[in-house]
């Protein structure tokens, strides 16, 4: 069994993010070495598809900031507790919430995330969707709703590892998938986020590069792109974003 910590994948200690900069101060380009984190299926272009529609930032944040916002996080629950399955089973022992107004110092971080994540074309979504799946909590395969969400999908995951598999909508041959440590964030966008059904494989079938990841308790928070097209998307509707799957 594997518990994901550095010295077992030695790489992912060793992995920085660099930061260049274009000339256009507006868009950063963030590039990264995190390919010992990809797995991918035999066939050819996944490889070049992934490069270009998905990213993974390891060490995006530091423990610090990871840690100041779980502790907001944390103080929003209140009584909430992890649910046994969304209506139609796409999530199982999780519980979420929508955040518009993060203190000063999260706020910040959500920031970063997003001029790293979106283009000037995006319209950024400022309600964060922070998702918590429990121990045993995993993700079924599916399709954000194009109603809610634009095309681009930003995740920082927090406290634990856990493997995200994407599937191609078409051909159940052709994935690949990422091993996303904690304070990492991914980036998924146009031909992954609509081509591909994404999920958090649960603890059972967790298998990366052949060896078990284990999933503790993982917080994601999610920043989306908005829809080209408007939807009203007032608080306490939020949750329907949430049910941000597609009924494929
Ligand atoms: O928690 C994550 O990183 C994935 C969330 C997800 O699948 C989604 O919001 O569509």
């Known amino acids: 069994m ?39 299926s035999q066939e050819e272009n996944v490889k070049s598809i992934a490069a270009e529609h998905f990213s993974l930032f390891t060490n995006f944040i530091t423990s610090e900031e990871e840690t100041s916002l779980i502790t907001e996080i944390d103080t929003k629950w209140r009584r909430l507790k992890y649910q046994k399955g969304h209506w139609d ?7 979420e919430l929508e ?3 993060w203190r000063t110092h999260n706020a910040s971080i959500i920031q970063r995330i997003q001029e790293v994540a979106f283009d000037d074309g995006d319209v950024k979504n400022n309600l964060i969707h922070v998702l918590d799946l429990s121990p045993i909590g995993f993700i079924n395969p599916h399709v954000d709703s194009t109603r809610f969400c634009g095309r681009v999908i930003a995740g920082l995951s927090l406290l634990s590892s856990c493997v995200m598999k994407y599937t191609h909508k078409g051909d159940a041959s052709i994935w690949f998938q990422a091993l996303l440590p904690p304070k990492s964030l991914y980036i998924m966008k146009d031909r992954v986020r609509y081509e591909f059904e994404h999920e958090i494989l649960k603890n059972e079938d967790s298998m990366f590069k052949g060896e078990k990841v284990t999933k503790s308790r993982r917080v994601s928070l999610l920043c989306r792109s908005k829809p080209h097209i408007e939807h009203d998307d007032k608080p306490g509707q939020l949750f329907k974003p949430i049910t941000l799957f597609e009924n494929t």
């Open 2 to 40: 594997l518990t994901v910590k550095c010295f077992r994948f030695p790489c992912v200690k060793h992995l920085t993010t660099t930061i260049f900069r274009t000339s256009n101060s507006k868009s950063k380009n963030l590039k990264k070495q995190a390919s010992e984190l990809l797995e991918y």
């Open 89 to 95: 089973n796409a999530i199982q022992d999780y519980r």
């Open 99 to 101: 955040i518009r107004d």
